[in-house]
């Protein structure tokens, strides 16, 4: 912005005896003299300079910002001069990585930068870094780094990384960087304390890596969690064929939970050998994993083995088993997966097959969150094809003995028979009957599928008899229910539909105003309701705050409007009834 100096002509020397140059609030002092044929001598200096003026640093290298004090000579000739400085900084920021001190000593000769040596501190931790590294035409750099109780989340920033998960821990280690931006060489070789890898502790990783014309050598690559072993060792071509051994002992399979992207907690212990060959654009994966006493989301199981290979876009499981006590569910076929997307390709076929013997009705609660807790003897056989966008399944499953509690109702449904068909990408619910409390409920209908998720109602009928139903706050009490169901599932903006008839009974409705917090944004789905007629049953109570009314038999409303905005339109009247008020109850 401004520049101002004071210079005379001696000898064939221009001295200068002082120049101030001035950019925004930053200032660089020099002075000295300049020779036109012999060599220079000058000092400059600045105190507090800020980062971002100087733009010699190539942003897609590094981007640095902070204010440093500056002290060094220009030597050398005009045509090649010579720079040596040492700078400090105690704010300095590199890549969005602060520093809380920053000192070192740097030299510019013939267009590289030389690091003589800089060091970083943060906190307790230490980065040194020496070398060269060329600011003009193609970016070369040979440059070492030696970490001392370094944090790997530093690092990772530094290198602009940002792990989809948390990813932590303190280095020791030496890391080397030559070459160029598009072919460089470099090594790793660092021990790791005190990590974290998501929600888990990683006690010790040794890692010793090598990479050299677009070959990565993995030398040695182990991570100890609690009693857990992974052992990784082989090349990774970046544009060739790759060879690559991967070992786990005794992990926690929680581990693969920030991995994989998943929400629900793992739990068991996982032992497994993968060997990874090929192209990395079309790798080829061989599968080994033995998972024992594991859970997802309350569904528990002893053991679960299977053996898989991954070629031309195809996960082949030639065998999976999962056992629970006696309950066995098998599993055989081939499923399109993207690596590099980690999802189903949904435009190509599939083919799996299936197949539970005696198996637990607790696998309900990993396919919908509505349920709570299941148990009960469940078998059968499902034949998955089609594609993952539009599967189709065939087969049929039963339920013996089962009991389901559902989030929304209290009561647990016992003695839970059924029998469910699958053809193509619909569920025909044949038979489904259970005990609610001292009645009986019963349903029947069909139910299309989309992307392995119940997608449509389009008829589903529910009868009840004398069932005990309590939905906390609303009802409790029995019900005699002819109702039907229809509609979309999984969409906010359309809820399903229910139509029909209930008669409530021996009971208490409470009329009150919908909960804060429990709107479609809640767990529970909402629900339309299209004139479906409520009537009043023998021994039926009303609650209206301090009020209760008896209901007389056979008086009926029809409720219209959603589960968080119902309507109600008829007349109900009362036999009697009480109404409390400041600790009197008047009748």
Do not use: C
Not at 549 to 568: F, Q
């Amino acid at each position: 912005d401004e520049v101002t100096a004071a210079f005379r002509w001696q000898g064939g020397r221009l001295h200068l005896d002082q120049l101030q140059a001035r950019v925004g609030d930053s200032a660089v002092t020099a002075q000295g003299t300049i020779d036109r044929h012999g060599p220079l001598s000058l000092g400059f200096a600045a105190r507090g300079f800020d980062l971002t003026h100087l733009t010699v640093l190539p942003p897609q290298l590094l981007q640095a910002s902070g204010r440093v004090d500056l002290a060094g000579q220009i030597s050398g000739r005009a045509r090649a001069p010579v720079v040596a400085a040492t700078l400090s900084s105690k704010d300095l920021v590199l890549n969005g990585q602060g520093f809380d001190r920053a000192e070192g000593t740097v030299r510019w000769e013939r267009g590289l930068l030389h690091l003589a040596p800089l060091t970083l501190q943060e906190g307790e931790s230490t980065y040194t870094v020496r070398g060269t590294l060329a600011l003009a035409g193609p970016h070369t750099f040979d440059l070492r780094g030696e970490v001392t109780r370094g944090r790997l989340s530093t690092l990772l920033a530094l290198g602009r990384v940002r792990p989809p998960f948390p990813l932590d821990g303190y280095l020791d280690g030496v890391v080397t960087v030559q070459g160029t931006l598009d072919r460089p060489t470099a090594s790793l070789n660092a021990t790791l304390a005190r990590g974290r890898l998501g929600d888990h502790p990683i006690d010790e990783a040794q890692v010793n890596l090598g990479l050299r014309d677009g070959v990565i050598t993995v030398q040695q690559l182990s991570v100890r969690s609690g009693d857990g072993l992974l052992a990784v060792q082989g090349r990774l071509v970046l544009q060739g064929e790759s060879q690559l051994e991967v070992g786990g002992t005794n992990l926690n399979l929680d581990l693969l939970r920030p991995l994989l992207g998943l929400r629900r907690k793992l739990s068991g212990t996982m032992n497994f050998t993968a060997q990874f060959s090929g192209a990395l654009q079309d790798p080829e994966l061989g599968l080994s994993v033995d998972i024992r006493n594991g859970g997802i989301n309350g569904l528990t199981f002893d053991s679960l083995v299977a053996n898989a290979f991954y070629k031309n876009g195809q996960f082949n499981v030639e065998q999976a088993l999962l056992t629970e006590g006696s309950n066995k569910v098998k599993g055989v076929g081939t499923i399109p997966f993207n690596p590099a997307l980690r999802t189903l390709a949904e435009q190509r076929p599939m083919r799996f097959e299936i197949s539970l013997v005696d198996a637990s009705l607790s696998l309900l609660t990993l396919l919908t969150p509505q349920v709570q807790e299941a148990a009960g003897h469940l078998e059968g056989q499902v034949l998955l094809s089609g594609t993952p966008r539009q599967p189709q399944m065939t087969g049929r499953l039963t339920v013996r003995d089962g009991r389901i509690r559902l989030r929304s109702i209290v009561t647990m449904l016992e003695e839970v028979q059924a029998d469910v068909a699958f053809s193509e990408d619909r569920m025909t619910i044949r038979t489904l009957t259970a005990r609610l409390g001292s009645g009986t409920v019963s349903a029947t209908g069909t139910v299309a599928i989309a992307d392995f998720r119940l997608s449509r109602i389009e008829e589903l009928r529910v009868r009840a008899q004398g069932a005990r139903l309590e939905i906390t706050p609303v009802f409790a009490g029995q019900v005699d229910a002819d109702l039907t169901f229809s509609g979309p599932l999984g969409d906010p903006a359309h809820p399903p539909e229910v139509a029909g008839q209930a008669v409530l009974k021996e009971g208490d409705v409470v009329i009150a105003g919908a909960s804060a917090g429990a709107g479609p944004g809640g767990r529970r789905p909402n629900l339309r309701f299209r004139q479906v007629r409520m009537v009043g049953g023998p021994g039926l109570a009303v609650h209206l705050g301090r009020l209760r009314i008896e209901v007389k038999e056979g008086s009926a409303v029809v409720l219209d409007g959603t589960r968080y905005a119902p309507t109600l339109d008829g007349d109900v009247t009362a036999e009697r009834g009480t109404m409390t008020v400041f600790g009197q109850t008047f009748f």
